[in-house]
């Protein structure tokens, strides 16, 4: 029966790919409702790129992007100058690399499980491991945390493209071993995608070494050295700029936050507390937290951006199945696959439990597309534990049950993209920049209120302001008539709100200044503006307030 079903498994794992890419980039310009802060920054760095071959600080091909004094990692900036050249500067450009490289992953996804279900000495029979590895496919084409990912320019999306796809060459390569120089050379290109791989890729790679040391031993251990060379040899240049200038990123997110602040609370009420133990706490916390069932099931990453509300990261139908895939590797699988995908599994979380806030969906991506494969795995070996009369009725009743979740899903998603999320996108800025370009040009000078964080990189970017201009004479507080103010709690950069400051005197100017606050600094200033208009984001929220400031 079951061969009945997928027939042809190549046709079949063509239609999931056009399924996948089809919900990763359809309506992406408008879904998510904006641009957030970092994919304006790529989009305009990538633009900036594409043109004078120069981030927006005049810095020639960067290998980190100084951005927002986060440095950005290098792939998606580059990946992303071509469709910017090719298409113009704009949401669909911008969030292109990430929507293609997702729907590859599902595309790559299977031919790796392929090569892992080829040498568990589980299965007897192609057909029936290309229908493991096309449902694995399939389950990552409809999953959450797949598909959030994909929609929006994330640099971790297409870093794990590059984790896939080397992992693929790697098991490959313990038949051939020339598949090890392209399995690290893309796991260096992994490197240069996103963070969180600095601290998951070794120890990943250190579990396959233990795993397969035996038939690397076999095929001779300097073929793979070669391999481990070419990936040093390929990082050597970002080492230096991470261990310098773009330690600042992990500065802002690391665990030690956290742990300071313990120590303060506890310190003020009088508590001695022991730093190692309490790193060693907080770690472990911020670990479990990320198998958590509400994270995974339930609820999901408390950040709008990194999942939908009202629901987890993987659907609850999959419970069982995943358990009975844990199951299956535990006890049929052999010993190299086992610790492969257990040290996949266990590893991934890593990068979050050693920063804040967690659990953390974005930093613990790299653990796809393991739930997919074990679920997968559980979904047919359950199959095969029923007797022919009754697996029908179960196929049928696992494909509503998946429907029904997905339906539920994109419904969800939609609905929290363009309802609940919205300030989590940076939702209004686009609408703003619309009636600004609008008004300008009666106006001396123009005050953007900083109260939401970053404005001038949306003013670069919809204005499609000219990259060597801003490198010469443009910074984060102005550039052209336009005039930047700052938020509160950004104490390192810029912390200058506009409701207690004279706005003329901010400006520099005397003559007519057209003014964009939010409704905090407004209430504030109200006495000196003459409101034009609200600018409201897709919840009907008012955001802005545009006025001139009176003579």
């Known amino acids: ?90 949401e669909f450009a911008v969030r292109f ?24 000495n589980w299965l007897k029979g192609i057909k029936y491991k290309n229908i493991i590895a096309f449902l694995s496919s399939f389950f990552l084409a409809i999953s959450p945390w797949h598909i959030q990912f994909s929609r929006a320019g994330f640099e971790a999306n297409i870093s794990l493209f590059f984790v896939v796809l080397g992992a693929y060459f790697f098991f490959k390569g313990l038949k051939k071993y020339k598949h090890y120089l392209f399995s690290f050379i893309f ?66 997110t690391s665990i030690s936050i956290r742990v300071n602040e313990v120590a303060l609370n506890n310190f003020q009420k009088g508590i001695y507390t022991n730093l190692k133990v309490l790193y060693g706490k907080i770690f472990l916390q911020n670990y479990i937290s ?12 408390p950040n709008g951006r990194h999942s939908p509300r009202g629901m987890g990261l993987l659907y609850l139908w999959e419970i069982p199945f995943l358990l009975t895939g844990l199951y299956v590797v535990f006890k049929y699988f052999s010993f190299p696959v086992k610790i492969t995908m257990l040290t996949w599994l266990l590893v991934a979380p890593l990068p979050a439990a050693l920063s804040v806030p967690a659990p953390h969906a974005l930093r613990s991506l790299n653990i796809l597309p393991i739930p997919q494969i074990l679920t997968a795995i559980g979904v047919f ?82 204005k499609k302001y000219d990259p060597k201009l801003y490198q010469e004479h443009g910074t984060s507080y102005g550039f052209g008539k336009y005039v930047f103010g700052g938020t509160s709690w950004d104490k390192d950069k810029n912390s200058q709100e506009l409701g207690n400051v004279n706005l003329r005197e901010f400006a520099k100017t005397s003559r007519r200044l057209l003014v964009a606050l939010s409704p905090q600094e407004y209430d504030a200033q109200k006495e000196n503006i003459n409101k034009l208009t609200e600018i409201k984001n897709h919840n009907n929220e008012t955001v802005f307030i545009v006025g001139e400031v009176k003579f």
């Open 1 to 90: 029966m079951i061969r009945k079903i997928f027939g042809n498994y190549k046709i079949w794992l063509f239609i999931i790919v056009i399924f996948a890419g089809i919900f990763r980039f359809y309506k992406i310009d408008k879904v998510p409702v904006s641009l957030y802060w970092d994919e304006a920054a790529i989009g305009y760095n990538a633009y900036s790129i594409s043109t004078t071959f120069k981030d927006e600080y005049g810095t020639f091909l960067p290998l980190l992007f100084r951005s927002y004094d986060d440095y950005k990692m290098p792939l998606n900036v580059y990946l992303t100058a071509l469709p910017v050249r090719l298409m113009g500067l704009n």
């Open 381 to 462: 070996y359950i199959f095969f534990t029923f007797t022919k009369s009754i697996r029908k009725l179960y196929v049928v009743t696992l494909i509503l049950l998946i429907v029904l979740f997905f339906v539920r899903y994109v419904n969800l998603y939609n609905f929290s993209n363009t309802k609940n999320n919205v300030v989590d996108w940076a939702d209004g800025y686009k609408q703003l920049t619309k009636y600004i370009f609008a008004k300008e040009e009666a106006y001396n000078k123009v005050i953007i209120s900083g109260h939401y964080w970053e404005p001038y990189v949306f003013f670069l970017f919809y």
């Open 187 to 252: 796991f260096a290109l992994a490197c240069y995608g996103y963070r969180s791989v600095h601290v998951f890729l070794p120890v990943l790679l250190l579990g396959f070494f233990m795993a397969w040391k035996k038939e690397l031993v076999k095929n001779g251990l300097y073929k793979v050295g070669l391999g481990v060379f070419l990936f040093g040899f390929l990082i050597v240049p970002l080492l230096n700029p991470l261990m310098h200038e773009g330690a600042s990123r992990f500065q802002q």
């Open 97 to 120: 690399p990430s929507a293609a490289f997702g729907t590859l992953t599902v595309l790559i996804s299977f031919f790796l499980v392929g090569q892992l279900l080829e040498k568990s």
């Open 290 to 301: 990320q198998f958590s069932p509400q994270f995974l099931f339930t609820s999901g990453d």
